[in-house]
């Protein structure tokens, strides 16, 4: 049994290993042990990540070390990831002349080949992708699966292009593949321009996309970054324009972790466990025979039946026909968070129906046999997904508040994100994180549907004309 999800900090702990997602028990801070159910949900989500960026992406492997000089190279790059960097100093037992980085991310890996690869206009623009593992000292809490030092899943896009604006179009096509990655998880999230202070080190600036847990705190579930040509000038990658002159090429890179199944599991599951949409399911539907004594052999054909033609279909189904009581097995399938349920029981079997259920409802259908259609069962994952979806937005903006003083922003922090108008100047921005006691998440790039508050408005701590912001405690 999960402790209930109103106490939202034990429940991921304890559903994480209860659902066989990560083992946590593995003796290195940071670093935990993908299970194969979660390994399995992994390569379905990471498909679908995989099958939106190979639309325009080229995918790519870089070496996991990065030596110092490279590293050190960009200024602001490496002042924001000094404290962060796991060092290999030696080969054995001989010290190493330059020590190697573990890859924190792998711009400075990278870029140095793109200046080999990038020669003239036509080579742009150039846009290629790796998932891979990367390494992060973090010293704040670790969790599983939102803060690692051996980030499993880091799905890092580079892209170059001729100048700032194609750059810049290039984010907003980023912006736009997150969104429709996280719509398909049904993860409602905001797209927020961070504040200077807290940009991507090195960034000209980042786009971040955040969603707000359970329990009210924010979690940055993926960035996009125009880095103009700040990495471009240090590393030294000019290309020839049609011209016949030398630019330095203008560059964004943008990331998603394994946060995005973190984020999964927290906002759709419930107090039995995961609730996972449709497509994303390892396993989509468990057929459940109910054994009565004298009647299993009935039972038993028509739940083969069933199964060997939904397994036709190609989906993604489950038999069980172990012993245990159906309580124990409803229950046991609701953990996993399967979406669609089949029972038979002597008494379907006898006249060819079923009973079926979807995870996320408490509803109860009996059908005939016949109605187990492929068209039928992806129209009801499709319902399934909008009600999902609905529900965690739903969810999400009631965690939402409008502000305009800073006390009740302050008491409001915990419980949510609190949106005010904040003017350019660094010093208010400083202001309200001393008074709320939380960072500045940064300007609002959209204004969420059924947020009825203006994109200007007087700042909350100068009163001259400011931007919709959010602040909010944060994981
Ligand atoms: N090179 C760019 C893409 C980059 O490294 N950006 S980033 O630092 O913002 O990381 C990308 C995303 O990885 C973040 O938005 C966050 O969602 C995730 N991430 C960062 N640190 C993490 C950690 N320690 N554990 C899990 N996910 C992390
Ligand atoms: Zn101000």
Not at 305 to 320: A, H, S, T
Not at 358 to 374: A, G, Q, S
Request: a negative charge.
């Amino acid at each position: 049994m999960l402790p209930p999800k109103s106490n939202f900090s034990e429940w991921y702990h304890e559903i994480i290993q209860h659902a066989q997602i990560m083992d946590i028990r593995y003796p290195v801070k940071g670093l935990y042990v993908w299970f194969p159910f979660g390994f399995k949900l992994r390569k379905l989500v990471y498909g679908k990540l995989r099958e939106i960026m190979d639309r325009e992406h080229d995918e790519v492997y870089f070496p996991a070390l990065i030596p110092e000089t490279e590293l050190g190279k960009e200024g602001q790059h490496i002042k924001g990831f000094e404290d962060e960097v796991y060092w290999i100093t030696h080969g054995g037992i001989d010290e190493l002349d330059v020590k190697l980085a573990l890859r924190p991310t792998s711009e400075t890996a990278m870029y140095p080949m793109f200046r080999l690869w990038i020669r003239s206009h036509a080579d742009l623009p150039l846009k290629v992708y790796q998932v891979v593992n990367v390494f992060r000292y973090e010293t704040k809490h670790t969790r599983p699966l939102i803060r690692l030092r051996e980030i499993t899943s880091f799905k890092e896009a580079h892209t170059a292009h001729r100048n700032y604006e194609e750059a810049e179009e290039n984010v907003k096509k980023a912006i736009n593949s997150y969104k429709e990655f996280y719509d398909a998880l049904a993860i409602p999230y905001f797209v927020i321009k961070r504040p200077e202070w807290d940009k991507f080190p090195g960034a000209d600036y980042t786009i971040a996309f955040d969603t707000i847990m359970p329990d009210g705190r924010t979690l940055q579930i993926g960035t996009v970054h125009h880095l103009a040509d700040n990495f471009a000038k240090t590393f030294d990658i000019k290309y020839e324009t049609p011209e016949g002159d030398h630019a330095y090429i203008h560059q964004t890179c943008y990331g998603i972790s394994e946060r995005c199944i973190a984020s999964l599991i927290s906002i759709h599951g419930d107090d039995v466990g995961l609730i996972l949409p449709f497509e994303y399911a390892p396993h989509q539907i468990v057929v459940i025979p109910i054994l009565y004594k004298g009647k299993e052999e009935l039972v038993m054909n028509v739940a083969n039946q069933v199964y060997d033609r939904l397994r036709g279909m190609g989906f993604r189904v489950v038999m069980d026909d172990s012993d245990d009581r159906p309580g124990a097995k409803y229950y046991r399938w609701e953990l996993f968070g399967v979406p669609l349920r089949i029972e038979i029981g002597p008494r379907e079997a006898e006249s060819k129906e079923a009973v079926v259920s979807f995870r996320d409802e408490k509803v109860k259908k009996k059908i005939p046999i016949e109605e187990l259609t492929e068209d039928n069962i992806k129209t009801w994952a499709e319902e399934m997904h909008a009600r999902l979806r609905e529900k965690a937005y739903r969810e999400m903006m009631e965690k939402v508040r409008y502000f305009d003083d800073l006390d009740s922003m302050a008491e409001w922090m915990g419980k949510g994100v609190a949106l005010f108008h904040l003017c350019e100047s660094i010093e208010c921005g400083e202001e309200v994180e001393e008074r709320v006691k939380a960072g500045v998440l940064g300007q609002l790039v959209e204004i969420p549907e059924g947020i009825d508050v203006s994109e200007k408005g007087q700042c909350v701590v100068c009163g001259r004309e400011g931007k919709l912001n959010a602040v909010a405690k944060s994981y």
